[in-house]
């Protein structure tokens, strides 16, 4: 499976966005489907996931209650919406695709080329 992540961009501080990442075949239900970013000269940090199944999301600490994941099944898409965004959520943001429930980049087995958020102050 192939994904392509877009939506990415420059905003202000306070501002939202929304990425989005399409997937070149039917994700199977028992998929979980992450994000993750990466800044230069830091390790790629887990934003959440989704179960692809029933949906049920998990978010790391440092984006709880300013970024939901959703995902559109028919699609295969899965969504970042992004809020009240910081100068340091800057970061390529990636999609990912584990076969299971998963928070580290070892684990996710297919992964988008990345797309770069820039939060200026």
């Known amino acids: 499976v192939q994904l392509q992540a877009s939506g990415g961009g420059l905003v202000q501080a306070g501002g939202s966005l929304r990425l989005s990442c399409v997937a070149s075949?039917?994700?199977?239900?028992?998929?979980?489907m992450g994000w993750f970013r990466q800044a230069p000269g830091k390790e790629r940090e887990f934003v959440g996931n989704?179960?692809?199944?029933?949906?049920?999301?998990y978010y790391g600490d440092s984006v709880k209650g300013r970024f939901t994941i959703s995902r559109d099944t028919a699609k295969n898409a899965l969504y970042l919406q992004m809020d009240n965004l910081k100068p340091e959520d800057t970061a390529v943001y990636y999609c990912?695709?584990?076969?299971?429930?998963?928070?580290?980049?070892?684990?996710?087995?297919?992964w988008g080329q990345g797309t770069q958020v820039t939060v200026s102050s």
């Open positions: 990912a695709r584990a076969l299971g429930f998963a928070t580290t980049p070892s684990e996710y087995r297919s």
């Open positions: 989704i179960r692809w199944g029933h949906g049920r999301v």
């Open positions: 075949a039917r994700i199977f239900s028992s998929a979980v």
